[in-house]
T-cell receptor
Framework: KAGVTQTPRYLIKTRGQQVTLSCSPISGHRSVSWYQQTPGQGLQFLFEYFSETQRNKGNFPGRFSGRQFSNSRSEMNVSTLELGDSALYLC?????????????FGQGTRLTVV | SQQGEEDPQALSIQEGENATMNCSYKTSINNLQWYRQNSGRGLVHLILIRSNEREKHSGRLRVTLDTSKKSSSLLITASRAADTASYFCATDDAGNQFYFGTGTSLTVIP
């Protein structure tokens, strides 16, 4: 079956702009989590959605938001981009809320803010 | 914030040797998982060990869990060049927060 699909793979944006990233989970998976990965901070948890509800949220400013649709696809939005938002954004899907089962990751979206 | 810390941060070994990396965490957990990440790509799940388990095997992988020391180790036996990657532990704590560790960068020299 198809894996987790993240689009776009690469993105270059200017400071102050906003960006929307998309994640299509594995068919049947209802949990989608988002992570930000940078060389300095490692893998930081952004948020998790399960059945269209935000289940958990990491320690990120309100500029970072997300949502999940009825087909389990998820989007995350970052408004008023800052240089420090440059990172690899990873999406993971799992059958149930993350933790007790393995998560399947997409290839990520590489965001560069200039 | 991150719950786990991997040790060492970087490890370089010859092909055929064993690689051991450790993960320490701070709070009680329900499960601990290990993931591998090839350069700049998504993570791949390797193995999950539950808090009531002490050891688990999967192919060339052996994972141990010591809840009293809040630590886990991942052993890769007979390493191959293709094992070159970063390895992360991830913990699921009692508050259902899921954290990744800082990662160990493994280089296997052919």
């Amino acid at each position: 079956k198809a894996g987790v699909t993240q689009t776009p793979r690469y993105l270059i944006k200017t400071r102050g702009q906003q960006v929307t990233l998309s994640c299509s989970p594995i068919s049947g998976h209802r949990s989608v989590s988002w992570y930000q990965q940078t060389p300095g901070q490692g893998l930081q948890f952004l948020f998790e959605y399960f059945s269209e509800t935000q289940r958990n949220k990491g320690n990120f400013p309100g500029r970072f938001s997300g949502r999940q649709f009825s087909n389990s696809r998820s989007e995350m939005n970052v408004s008023t981009l800052e240089l420090g938002d440059s990172a690899l954004y990873l999406c993971a899907s799992s059958l149930v809320p993350q933790g007790p089962t393995e998560a399947f990751f997409g290839q990520g979206t590489r965001l560069t803010v200039v | 914030s991150q719950q786990g810390e991997e040790d060492p941060q970087a490890l370089s070994i010859q092909e055929g040797e064993n690689a051991t990396m450790n993960c320490s965490y701070k709070t009680s957990i329900n499960n601990l998982q290990w993931y591998r990440q090839n350069s700049g790509r998504g993570l791949v799940h390797l193995i999950l060990i539950r808090s009531n388990e002490r050891e688990k095997h999967s192919g060339r992988l052996r994972v141990t869990l010591d809840t009293s020391k809040k630590s886990s180790s991942l052993l890769i036996t007979a390493s191959r060049a293709a094992d070159t990657a970063s390895y992360f532990c991830a913990t699921d704590d009692a508050g259902n927060q899921f954290y990744f560790g800082t990662g160990t960068s493994l280089t296997v020299i052919p």
